[in-house]
C-alpha cells in the first residue's frame, strides 16, 4: 500500500513559467514533508520542507503548500529553468519516538523544463 | 555536495554473493539511513542506525543486515544476492549532534549494484 503517491510520472513545462508538482499521502500520523530533487546518476538533493503545524513555506523560487484536510501537498516552482529538469520526490515522515525519522516516499515525477 | 559519501559507485557480481556497501555521514551527523531505489520504484527505506545502534527497520530482508561503527560510518551487507537485488542503494545521515534532531536527511550519491 503505497502511503505518498505522485500520480504524474511527469510534467513538462515551458522555461519562466510555474511548475506544480502534486503529491497525496494517506497516513494521517504522518507530521513533517519534503522535496527532494534528483539528477541522474545523484543522489537525492533536499530542496524544502514543511511542517504539519503550516500551510505553506517559502524558500526563493520553491514553495510548498501542505493541505491538510485533504491530504494534499504540492511544490511549486517559479520561474522554472531548464536546470530545475529532474526527478522531484515527496517524502514523509512521521515521529516514532527518540531519533526514528523514517521516511516515506513517493515514486516521483520527472519534471522537464523547455527553453 | 551533501557531505555524504558511499563506495563503491558501482559494483558488479554474480547471483549467490555476497558484497558490502559502505557510507560516511556528514561530518558528525549520529544518523544513517539506507534506502534502495528498484528500477520504477521510489526509494525504500531498509534501515536505520542512530549512534551505533539499529533504531528502525523497514522493508529490509533477512538476507541484508547492517552496522554502524564507532567512527558512525555503516556498512550495509547484502547475502546470497538475486537477480532482484540488482539497484541503486543510497545511504542518508542527519541528526548533527547537538543539534536539532530533524527529518531532514542528506543522500549519498549511492551504490549502483547490477547482479548477473
Not at chain 1, 502534486?22 to 522535496?35: A, H, I, K
Not at chain 1, 533536499?46 to 485533504?70: C, M, P, Q, W, Y
Request: one cysteine or more; aromatic letters at 12%; hydrophobic letters at 30%.
Amino acid at each position: 500500500d503505497q502511503q505518498v503517491k505522485q500520480n504524474s510520472p511527469s510534467l513538462s513545462v515551458q522555461e519562466g513559467r510555474i511548475s506544480i508538482l502534486n503529491c497525496d499521502y494517506t497516513n494521517s500520523m504522518f507530521d513533517y514533508f519534503l522535496w527532494y530533487k534528483k539528477y541522474p546518476a545523484e543522489g537525492p538533493t533536499f530542496l524544502i520542507s514543511i511542517s504539519s503545524i503550516k500551510d505553506k513555506n517559502e524558500d526563493g523560487r520553491f514553495t510548498v503548500f501542505l493541505n491538510k484536510s485533504a491530504k494534499h501537498l504540492s511544490l511549486h516552482i517559479v520561474p522554472s529553468q531548464p536546470g530545475d529538469s529532474a526527478v522531484y520526490f515527496c517524502a514523509a515522515s512521521a515521529w516514532s519516538g527518540g531519533s526514528n525519522y523514517k521516511l516515506t516516499f513517493g515514486k516521483g515525477t520527472l519534471l522537464t523544463v523547455n527553453p | 555536495d551533501s557531505g555524504v559519501t558511499q563506495t563503491p559507485k558501482h559494483l558488479i557480481t554474480a547471483t549467490g554473493q555476497r558484497v558490502t556497501l559502505r557510507c560516511s555521514p556528514r561530518s558528525g551527523d549520529l544518523s544513517v539511513y539506507w534506502y534502495q531505489q528498484s528500477l520504477d520504484q521510489g526509494l525504500q527505506f531498509l534501515i536505520q542506525y542512530y549512534n551505533g545502534e539499529e533504531r528502525a527497520k523497514g522493508n529490509i530482508l533477512e538476507r541484508f543486515s547492517a552496522q554502524q561503527f564507532p567512527d558512525l560510518h555503516s556498512e550495509l551487507n547484502l547475502s546470497s544476492l538475486e537477480l532482484g537485488d540488482s539497484a541503486l542503494y543510497f545511504c542518508a545521515s542527519s541528526a548533527p549532534p547537538g543539534g536539532p534532531v530533524t527529518d531532514t536527511q542528506y543522500f549519498g550519491p549511492g551504490t549502483r549494484l547490477t547482479v548477473l
